[in-house]
């Protein structure tokens, strides 16, 4: 059994920065492929980022150029680096491991907000 957290989340201003955090515990494999998916009220959850163990990486098209997905295996932890931030970015923002193809593992998540 996979067990994440997330943390740093928050509320920042148009145009700021904030890096969220994904500790990962229990039977996580360093060939799991992490990724970083969020959700508003009322919606799907949509994937924003992954990352293989091999570090290929993918990014939701809104998202290319100002989120940067990053893992440590050794700390098994999962960044996510978000600048520019825009007030469609607003979510809740979940850590998810997949394995054999199944998006098996869940954190519990963390608010980003994005208000002026």
């Known amino acids: 059994q996979v067990q994440l957290v997330e943390s740093g989340g928050g509320l920042v201003q148009p145009g700021g920065s904030l890096r969220l955090s994904c500790a990962a515990s229990?039977?996580?494999?360093?060939?799991?492929?992490m990724g970083w998916y969020r959700q508003v009220p009322g919606k799907q959850r949509e994937l924003v980022a992954t990352?293989?163990?091999?570090?290929?990486?993918y990014y939701l098209d809104s998202v290319k150029g100002r989120f940067t997905i990053s893992r440590d295996n050794a700390e098994k932890t999962v960044y996510l680096q978000m600048y520019s931030l825009k007030p469609e970015d607003t979510a809740v923002y979940y850590c998810?491991?997949?394995?054999?193809?199944?998006?098996?593992?869940w954190g519990q998540g963390t608010q980003v907000t994005v208000s002026s």
């Open positions: 229990g039977s996580i494999l360093s060939t799991d492929v």
């Open positions: 998810s491991a997949s394995r054999g193809g199944i998006w098996s593992s």
């Open positions: 990352i293989t163990s091999g570090g290929s990486m």
